[in-house]
């Protein structure tokens, strides 16, 4: 098993910044890859970026490329998610994923741990 923490949420204006944690524990070494989703009421969780745990590559999701940077710290076994530029459309709850599959993937179904989510707000 392995538990995900999310950390570092809270409110902002627009334009502003915010940086989300996670911390991950229990069996890390079979993680390939690490994502973050987020979700509003009402709505499917969508996909905001995945970085992979060896090798470091990564992928966003077109709204928050240029504006988002995630990253990791294997030594920490933690992964991070940098927002910069925020906009109003950017308020969710972000969650932390890992998967334990090799292919760096968009869906949230293939992802095999979860954290309980940390939510962002962005007032205009």
Known sequence: QVQLVESGGGLVQAGGS???SCAA??????IYVMGWFRQVPGKEREFVAAIRWRGGSTYY????EG????SRDNAKNAVYLQ???LKPEDTAVYYCAADRGTILTTMPQNYDY???GTQVTVSS
């Open 18 to 20: 915010l940086s989300l």
């Open 25 to 30: 524990s229990g069996r890390t070494f079979g």
């Open 61 to 64: 999701t077109d709204s928050v």
């Open 67 to 70: 504006r988002f940077t995630i």
């Open 83 to 85: 927002m910069n530029s």
């Open 114 to 116: 979860w954290g309980q």
